[in-house]
């Protein structure tokens, strides 16, 4: 289906609501909606036909992830480090090959069977060891060869 949200008050707590290319304006369950592409005006429907997935490790900051839907179909995504960007009601992810003609992605928790973190692209301020990145080592690291 070919349509239009507002991607500010398009999710309810129920359902998206899209106005279509026929104007008629309708409610989308999310148990009913597979994905929803942002895309522009002169894109092709092809996100799960034509690079579905990474060819190597993404270069964009985030969580390298990848979705299995319920019927089989599978595509990777980044989504954001930050958790409070996650909707309650899906993810926002940036697919394989973003651009102009597919920008982001909205994946439904419900039309999903499994997820796999697949890389962490990028890192934090404050790495395990629990330094700064840069930062010299302090003096409770342990010499070996004294």
Not at 84 to 104: C, D, K, M, N, S
Not at 120 to 127: E, H, K, M, N
Request: proline share 7%; aromatic share 10%; net charge neutral.
């Amino acid at each position: 289906m070919e349509g239009v949200v507002n991607p500010v008050n398009c999710f309810l707590d129920t359902r998206v609501e899209v106005i279509t290319t026929n104007g008629n304006f309708i409610g989308v369950n999310y148990s009913e909606l597979k994905a929803l592409c942002f895309v522009s005006d002169n894109a092709h429907p092809d996100l799960f036909d034509v690079h579905p997935f990474f060819e190597r490790r993404p270069k964009a900051p985030g969580l390298w992830t990848r979705f299995t839907f319920r019927d089989g179909s599978r595509l990777d995504g980044v989504l954001s480090h930050n958790l409070l960007e996650w909707p309650e009601h899906g993810y926002f992810v940036t697919p394989p090959h973003a651009g102009t003609q597919r920008q982001r992605v909205f994946i439904p928790r419900l039309a999903l069977s499994q997820t796999e973190l697949r890389g962490v692209v990028g890192t934090s301020a404050i790495t395990i060891a629990g330094r700064r990145k840069g930062e010299p080592l302090t003096e409770r690291q342990l010499s070996m060869f004294e």
